[in-house]
């Protein structure tokens, strides 16, 4: 035979060995959308590859991390992968049974919604069919906004005498509690019981002023009913969105802890952790950044039975307390301001000796922010000759349609520099009296107020006060406008002042777009009796 023959015949075959002993890198990533179209790694599921080529040859079989991510090392060669468990997602079962080819050096197969078959979620066992939608709606009563001076939460009702489990960094060293259950029902709440080491607070409602509510059924067995890769979701007020459901995987497990993606934004934080079954295993909290910390339902049961005991007298009034208006200031009047008025700041001034108030409308606010904005823009057509056309930028405009019809007041202490710089005073609390009634405050906020040297250090820490107002509570019908303000060093005796009648008119102006927009809403609403 030719030698040349010979040798091609020995390369063919080095080449057809070579090519059955080559290794292929063979990776998996499974992903699905849900219904808000946000991508969900699917954890821990099971993977099995069948060669087909050879089908004696073992199953080979491998699962995913929290990432929704397996990899392998495959031969050349046809497969076919299975998922020997559904994936429970959203009310829906999900497998998949894909025929591959593995070749070349490196492959990788994308799983999700697209190349899956989907059905019906079967029923558990305890009847619950597991749908997302079918529980929020079964669940959301169970869910409350928690308010207190230094912010907002979440909580949910854990027993029919009106409590509410929440977070103690929600609620604590505050004089003012309140909780909303809807946008229109908001009542005060006052505080049974509290744990800071774990983060726990268990607040009282009169459950009168919410007939709607549910009980959040408590899981018997707290963490040891959920497993590492379950899914779980929550619902509660992020940012202050009313009762948001939010999904999530648990990732850690540990004795005092149970961690997961879900996201716990502010607002959330005091909310349910919920099973596929309705059942409250945890509580959520907002401390951690990245990842959620759910506290074990089970370190919460003494402090709701200590709770039980204190229910007695009077419950909390169920008089109904202001809530945010469920509309905003109208967006083309705040342009409009931005591009032919000049901000005057005098008329929202107050000195009161120690403090100095400011009261801050919509359009104060708006055109606080934009005015270095439009200086600019003006300079701008000054140097281009023509000053017709000086406009605000894109995201301002937008921006004009974010602002709720609201009047805030910032008292403010003052700092003196005498012997060292420290403030005056610390603010307290403070009350809105018009015709000599007072005004409720929508939400009475007090925060921490940081004095700095010239070196940016902290040189004295005090409280300052925020409180928000609707816009009636500034009206000429009043007759006088005063305020008064309780400090650090005589919270018994007010420092009192009456709003010069110019403010109260300014502040009322500032609001009439907004009364004109709100009544021709309110006449173009069809009557309830109409067909």
Known sequence: MNKRIVWALVLVLASLCAAQDQIVRFSVHAVLVDKDLNQKPVPRLALALKPLDTPSAQEITLKTGFDGKAETRLRPGKYRLTTPQATEFQGKSYTWSQEIVISGTEQTLELSNDNATASAQAASATGDSGDLTGLFDKLKNSVVTVYSERGLGSGFFVDPAGLILTNNHVVQSSDYLAVQFDEKRKVRAKLLAANPDKDIAVLWANPSAFPEAVMAPLSAKGASSIAVGERVFTIGNPFGHDKVLTTGVISKIEPDSITSDLSVNHGNSGGPLFTLKGEVAGLTSALLQKLAKIIPIEDAQPLIAEARKKVTGTPPSTELLPVDPSDKFPA????????????????????????????????????????????????????????????????????????????????????????????????????????????????????????????????????????????????????????????????????????????????????????????????????????
């Open 332 to 531: 083309e009047f705040l342009r409009t301001m931005l591009e032919t008025e000049k901000l005057e700041r005098k008329p929202y001034e107050l000195n009161m000796d120690q403090f100095q108030v400011w009261f801050i409308t919509p359009v104060l606010n708006y055109m606080a922010r934009h005015q270095q904005e439009m200086a600019a823009a003006r300079k701008a057509a000054e140097r281009k000759g023509d000053t017709s056309q000086v406009k605000p930028g894109e995201t301002t405009l937008e921006e004009a349609q974010s602002y709720s019809p609201l009047v805030y007041i910032y008292v403010d202490p003052k700092y003196s520099r005498m012997w060292s710089v420290k403030f005056k005073n610390g603010f307290q609390r403070m009350r809105l009296l018009c015709g000599g009634k007072e005004v409720l405050p929508v939400h009475p906020g007090k925060g921490h107020y940081d004095l700095h040297d010239q070196r940016g250090r902290t040189v004295d820490t005090t409280f300052r006060g925020v409180y928000t107002y609707l816009p009636d509570a500034f009206s000429p019908s009043c007759g006088t406008v005063a305020l008064e303000v309780f400090s650090e060093k005589e919270p018994n005796t007010p420092i009192t002042r009456v709003v010069d009648a110019a403010t109260v008119e300014r502040i009322w102006a500032d609001f009439e777009p907004y009364r004109k927009a709100h009544t021709q809403s309110a006449l173009s609403q069809p009557a309830k009796n109409s067909p």
